[in-house]
C-alpha cells in the first residue's frame, strides 16, 4: 500500500444549515482523493488534497473515447454519532472489474479504502445526522492521456469526491412509476453493461427523458436482442415478489451485479423468504401479476436501497401493483437492510467497516 500524503484546505467551505434539504449530488465536501497511474510506475501519488477543478487538455482522450467508470458507495452515521461503511470492498472489487473490461488498469484497491477511510476521516464532520441522511461516496477513474487515437490510455487518474445527501424518501417510501422501453436498448450481452462506465448511463438518458416526459419516474430496460426479457432499472436492479418467494433477473453480461442486489438475496432468505435468479419475460410478469401471482415489485440500489414500484406502464398499458402502495416485503428488506446500515440492528455478514 502507498503513502498517503494530506493537504487540509485553507479554505473551509460553510456545511449546509438545512440538512433536510440536502436533496442528492449538489453539495460537496472540503476535500478529494487522488491517485495517478502510468505504465512505468503504475498507481502513485496517492494523496488528498482540497476539492477542486481538474484541469484538462481539450485531446484529453476521456472526453472522446469514453474511458470512464465510478461506483456510488455510503458512509453511514450511527445513533452514537460514530461512522461506518457499507461493503466498501466489494464496490473496489467491482470497480477493477470494471476497469479491466474497458480496457483500464485494475485499481489498487487496497491504497484506494485508505485513501477513503484518510478522506472520511477528514471531512467527518460533513456526514449528516438526520435520520435517513448519509455521505455519498463517488469513486471514479479516467483515462489521461493527451491525442487522438482509438486505443487504450497510458495514464490514468483515480479520484474520490463526497458528497452529504439527504433521505431518498423524505415522506416515507413512496412507489415509482415505470416505463418498459421496447423501442430502445441500453446493453447486450458481450458488451460494457455489467459494467459501471460512463457510457451506460449516456445510453439511457434520452429514454428517461422520453419516460419522464410522459409523466414515469424511471425506465425498465429490456434484453438487447429480443427486446422481452427484464433486465434492469435506470440505475437499479429489479426484484419482483410472488409472495415469499423473490425472484431478479439472473447476471447475464448485461446487467450491473448490483451491492444492494447481492446484498439482498443474502439477506432476505434469513428473513424467511426464498429467492431465485431467473430469465423472467415481462408479458410473463403482466400475466402473473393480473393473475394475483406477482405480489410485489421493487428495485434496489445504493442511492434508494429499495424502490418499490406503483406502476409498470407498457405499450399504453398501465398495471398497478400492491394498489400502489408499498408492499411488505419490500417494506420488511428496506428496514432490515437500512437497520444493518445504520448500525441499528446486528450485521451477521461482516458487510460493515467502523471508521
Not at 112 to 120: R, Y
Not at 148 to 171: C, M, N, Q, R
Not at 223 to 252: C, H, R, W
Request: glycine share 10%; charged share 20%.
Amino acid at each position: 500500500m502507498q503513502t498517503i500524503s494530506i493537504t487540509r484546505t485553507q479554505q473551509p467551505k460553510q456545511k449546509p444549515a438545512d440538512e433536510s434539504s440536502l436533496g442528492f449530488g449538489r453539495v460537496f465536501t472540503d476535500h478529494m482523493f487522488l491517485m495517478d497511474y502510468d505504465r512505468e510506475q503504475g498507481w502513485h501519488n496517492a494523496r488528498v488534497i482540497p476539492y477542486g477543478a481538474f484541469q484538462m487538455d481539450p485531446a484529453a482522450m476521456v472526453l472522446h473515447y469514453g474511458q470512464a467508470i465510478f461506483e456510488g458507495m455510503k458512509c453511514y452515521r450511527r445513533e452514537d454519532g460514530s461512522l461506518q461503511l457499507f461493503r466498501p470492498k466489494d464496490n473496489l472489487a467491482r470497480m477493477t472489474r470494471s476497469a479491466q473490461r474497458m480496457g483500464m488498469p485494475a485499481l489498487d484497491e487496497e491504497t484506494a479504502l485508505e485513501g477513503l477511510k484518510e478522506l472520511i476521516r477528514l471531512d467527518a464532520e460533513w456526514v449528516p445526522h438526520l435520520a435517513g441522511t448519509s455521505l455519498y461516496i463517488r469513486p471514479t477513474m479516467i483515462s489521461m492521456d493527451v491525442g487522438l487515437g482509438v486505443h487504450a490510455s497510458h495514464k490514468y487518474l483515480f479520484y474520490i469526491i463526497l458528497s452529504p445527501v439527504g433521505s431518498y424518501y423524505k415522506e416515507g417510501l413512496k412507489p415509482v412509476s415505470i416505463y418498459v422501453e421496447d423501442e430502445y436498448v441500453r446493453a447486450v450481452r458481450g458488451g460494457v453493461g455489467f459494467t459501471k462506465c460512463a457510457g451506460n448511463y449516456a445510453a439511457s438518458i434520452l429514454a428517461g427523458d422520453i419516460a419522464e416526459q410522459k409523466g414515469f419516474s424511471q425506465v425498465l430496460w429490456l434484453d438487447g436482442v429480443e427486446q422481452k426479457y427484464v433486465e434492469e432499472v435506470g440505475s437499479m436492479n429489479m426484484m419482483f415478489a410472488y409472495g415469499k418467494e423473490i425472484v431478479t433477473p439472473k447476471l447475464n453480461g448485461s446487467i450491473l451485479p448490483g451491492i444492494t442486489r447481492d446484498s439482498v438475496l443474502k439477506l432476505a432468505p434469513t428473513l424467511g423468504y426464498t429467492v431465485k435468479e431467473d430469465r423472467l419475460a415481462i408479458h410473463e410478469i403482466f400475466e402473473d401479476a393480473k393473475a394475483g401471482r406477482l405480489t410485489e415489485a421493487f428495485g434496489t440500489g445504493t442511492a434508494a436501497v429499495i424502490s418499490p414500484v406503483g406502476l409498470l406502464s407498457m405499450k399504453g398499458e398501465n398495471l398497478t401493483l400492491s394498489g400502489g402502495n408499498i408492499g411488505p416485503v419490500a417494506q420488511h428488506l428496506y428496514d432490515s437492510l437500512t437497520g444493518i446500515q445504520y448500525g441499528r440492528i446486528p450485521d451477521p455478514f461482516n458487510w460493515i467497516l467502523p471508521l
